[in-house]
C-alpha cells in the first residue's frame, strides 16, 4: 500500500513538471487581429492573453512572399502602423504577427504567430466626413464648393488628398432640404463643384456632403456625412412673405386709423359737454 502511494505521489510530481515545463515553453500568439483604417492611414491591432512580449510584424502582397515592416520590428504595442507599407493602394494585403522569443527551451521550427484577415485600402478605408461651403448664383441656385479630405499619404512635399488617390472614382452625394421640411432630395457630383438648381425663390436651405465611391463594395462606398450647413435664404422677400407684410402693415394701419377716430371723437364730446356747462352757468 505505500509503495502504491508512492508511486501515485510520483506520478502527481511528473505532471505537475510536465505543465510547469510546457507552461513554460507556451508562448501567446495574437488574436482579434483587426485593420483600423481612415483617410488611408491604417493601422494593424491585435490582443494577446499575456502582453508582456514583444511582436514582429511581415505583411505580403496578394499572398505573394512576406516582408518586414521596418517600423513594426520588436514592438512591445499591439498595433502597428503600416501605411506606407501598403501601396499601391489597390491590391491585397495580409499581415503576419509574430511573437517574438528569446526562450532557449523554446523548440518549435518557426515562433508562433497569426495571420491577418485579408485588406485591401483602395476598397476597404474609411473616409472622413468633408468640409464644404455653399454660394448663391441667383435666387434659385447655388454653388456647393467641397474640400477634398487630405490623406496621410506623401509624395515629396505634397501631402494628396483622396481626389489625388481615388481620381475620376470619387463622387460626391449632397443632399438638401428646406429648412422647416424633412422632405430631402439629392444630387450627384463628379467633381468637387456641386451646382443645386430648381430652388425655390426666398426659401432657407439645409445641405449635407459625402464621399461616394461607386466602384467600391457596398459597406464602404460612402465616406462619413458632413456636418449640416443651411443658407440664410434670400434677403428679397418672396410673394408669401410680402402678403403677410401687407396684411400685418395694413393691420396696423387700421388699429391706428380706429384709436385716432376714437380719440378725436371723445375730445370732442368732451369740449362739447364743457361748452354747454359754462353756456348753461348763471353769471
Known amino acids: 500500500m505505500a509503495s502504491l502511494n508512492h508511486v501515485l505521489c510520483l506520478g502527481v510530481c511528473i505532471s505537475a513538471w510536465l505543465i510547469s515545463t510546457a507552461d513554460m515553453n507556451t508562448v501567446p500568439t495574437a488574436e482579434n487581429i483587426r485593420w483600423v483604417s481612415l483617410d488611408f492611414k491604417t493601422i494593424l491591432m491585435w490582443t494577446v492573453k499575456e502582453p508582456d512580449h514583444k511582436f514582429t510584424v511581415l505583411y505580403s ?154 466602384s467600391r463594395p457596398q459597406n464602404t462606398k460612402w465616406g462619413a456625412w458632413s456636418e449640416e450647413s443651411c443658407t440664410h435664404g434670400d434677403p428679397d422677400l418672396s410673394l408669401g412673405a410680402w402678403v403677410g407684410a401687407i396684411f400685418v402693415f395694413l393691420t396696423v394701419l387700421i388699429i391706428i386709423i380706429t384709436v385716432t377716430v376714437l380719440c378725436c371723437r371723445r375730445r370732442r364730446e368732451r369740449n362739447t359737454g364743457f361748452q354747454t356747462y359754462q353756456s348753461s352757468t348763471p353769471i
Open 61 to 214: 502582397v496578394d499572398d505573394g512572399d512576406w516582408q518586414e515592416s521596418h517600423d513594426c520590428i520588436q514592438v512591445s504595442e499591439l498595433e502597428c502602423d503600416l501605411t506606407h507599407d501598403l501601396q499601391p493602394f489597390d491590391r491585397l494585403y495580409s499581415a503576419d504577427i509574430q511573437t517574438d522569443t528569446t526562450d532557449e527551451d523554446y523548440t518549435a521550427d518557426e515562433p508562433p504567430h497569426a495571420v491577418s484577415p485579408h485588406f485591401n485600402p483602395y476598397k476597404e478605408s474609411n473616409i472622413s466626413a468633408v468640409k464644404f461651403t455653399v454660394r448663391s448664383v441667383d435666387k434659385t441656385r447655388v454653388i456647393v464648393n467641397i474640400t477634398d479630405p487630405l490623406t496621410s499619404i506623401h509624395v515629396g512635399q505634397r501631402q494628396l488628398s483622396i481626389r489625388d488617390i481615388f481620381a475620376h472614382d470619387l463622387q460626391y452625394k449632397v443632399i438638401y432640404r428646406k429648412s422647416e421640411s424633412t422632405g430631402k432630395k439629392e444630387i450627384t457630383s463628379n467633381s468637387s463643384v456641386a451646382e443645386v438648381p430648381n430652388l425655390d425663390e426666398g426659401q432657407r436651405y439645409c445641405f449635407m456632403v459625402a464621399a461616394f465611391i461607386p
